[in-house]
C-alpha cells in the first residue's frame, strides 16, 4: 500500500477555517473535524505516493499513518495505483425552476391566496411547502391539499398551534403522505414527540416566533449533502431559492423579514421574484460575509441571520452560537 497513490473521494470535500479544518463527506452527510495542517498536507500531496508523503514527513510518519488509516477505514480517501480514473465533481449547480421553498401563512384563505394555490403553486415548480397558522385551520389544509395534489410539491412542513383538534390535523397528515413533519406549537405542557413515525410530529411549548427565529445550535443543524455544498459556493443556503407569503399576501424572503417586495393580491408572484432586490439576499454566500468566511462550516450552515450589506463590507448585527476563532459553541 505505501507505494500507492491517495486522494480525496470527489465527494469529500476539505475546508479550511480561520483555526481548525473540516471534511464534508457530501454522499453519506458526515462531517470531520481535522487539523488545517493536515488538509494542507492532503492538498499538496493528493495523486502522490504514500512513501513520499512518509519520507518528506518522517518525523510525523506515525501521526500521518494514524491519519491515513483513519480516513481510509471511513473512506475519505481513496488509494490506488492511478486514481486519475476518478474525475472531480463539477461545480455546476442548476436546477429547473425558480423556488425551492415556499412557506406561506394560512390564518385566512383569501381568494387570491387561492388563485395562488390554484394557478402559480405548480408553475414555481416548488418541491417544498411550509404552511403556518395562528389559528384551527384544518379546513384551509384540507382545502390546500387538493391544489398540492396537482402541482410539484413533494413534501409539506405545518407550524400549527395545539389545540384540541390536534388530532385531526394528525389524522389527515396520515392520508397524505406528503406530510414530512408537524411542529405544535404553544402546548402549555409537555407532550412526547412522535418521531418515530412519518411524518414526524413535534410538540413545543415555545411560540412560533421563539421556534421560527432559532439560530443553529450545533452541527446536527448543518446540510451536508452536494445540492447544499455546490449551492453555498455562490449563494445563501437560508434565503436562495425561497419566499414567504404572509397572510395579507405580502411577498418576502422569509417570515423574519420586515420588507416586502410586493404583493400577490395585485401583482404576479413571477414579477415579484424576479426583482434585483428579491434575490439580493439569495446572492450573499457565507464567503462574503465577516467571521462566517473564516468559519470552517460556511458550505453547510443555513443561518437565518439576516445579513447587513455596506459599501465595503458584509456582516451580521448578531453572534453566531459558534466561534470560529475559539472553534466553541455558546451553551446558552
Not at 480514473?85 to 394560512?106: L, Q
Not at 462550516?297 to 476563532?325: A, G, L
Request: glycine share 2%.
Amino acid at each position: 500500500m505505501i507505494n500507492k497513490k491517495f486522494k480525496l473521494f470527489e465527494c469529500c470535500i476539505p475546508v479550511k477555517g480561520i483555526n481548525k479544518g473540516v471534511i464534508m463527506d457530501l454522499q453519506r452527510g458526515n462531517i470531520f473535524i481535522v487539523p488545517n495542517t493536515i488538509l494542507q498536507i492532503l492538498d499538496k500531496y493528493s495523486d502522490k505516493s504514500i512513501y513520499k508523503l512518509f519520507e518528506d514527513f518522517r518525523l510525523q510518519k506515525e501521526i500521518l499513518k494514524k491519519y491515513i488509516r483513519f480516513f481510509y477505514e471511513n473512506e475519505i480517501v481513496l488509494i490506488s495505483e492511478n486514481v486519475s480514473n476518478f474525475p472531480p465533481i463539477s461545480k455546476k449547480w442548476e436546477k429547473p425552476f425558480c423556488i425551492d421553498t415556499i412557506t406561506i401563512e394560512i390564518d385566512s384563505l383569501q381568494l387570491f391566496k387561492t388563485l395562488f394555490f390554484k394557478n402559480d403553486l405548480n408553475s414555481i415548480g416548488c418541491k417544498n411547502l411550509v404552511i403556518i397558522s395562528k389559528t384551527d385551520c384544518i379546513e384551509h389544509i384540507r382545502k390546500i391539499l387538493k391544489y398540492v395534489e396537482q402541482s410539484k410539491v413533494e413534501l409539506i412542513s405545518a407550524f400549527i398551534p395545539y389545540t384540541s383538534k390536534s388530532d385531526q390535523v394528525e389524522k389527515i397528515s396520515e392520508k397524505y403522505r406528503i406530510f414530512r413533519n408537524i411542529t405544535f406549537y404553544d402546548t402549555k405542557k409537555h407532550i412526547p414527540n412522535k418521531d418515530a413515525f412519518y411524518p414526524k410530529i413535534v410538540y413545543q411549548k415555545e411560540s412560533l416566533k421563539k421556534i421560527l427565529n432559532q439560530k443553529i445550535k450545533s452541527v446536527d443543524d448543518f446540510t451536508v449533502n452536494i445540492d447544499a455544498y455546490l449551492e453555498s459556493l455562490n449563494n445563501n443556503l437560508f434565503y436562495n431559492r425561497k419566499i414567504h407569503i404572509d397572510d395579507e399576501g405580502n411577498v418576502k424572503n422569509s417570515i423574519l423579514q420586515n420588507d416586502s417586495f410586493g404583493n400577490i393580491k395585485d401583482t404576479s408572484v413571477f414579477e415579484i421574484i424576479s426583482k434585483i432586490e428579491f434575490k439580493a439576499l439569495g446572492n450573499i454566500p457565507k464567503d462574503k460575509i465577516e467571521v462566517c468566511k473564516d468559519c470552517e462550516y460556511r458550505y453547510c450552515c443555513p443561518d437565518n441571520r439576516i445579513p447587513v450589506v455596506e459599501t465595503n463590507t458584509i456582516y451580521h448585527t448578531t453572534k453566531c452560537n459558534y466561534d470560529p476563532y475559539t472553534n466553541t459553541w455558546n451553551e446558552a
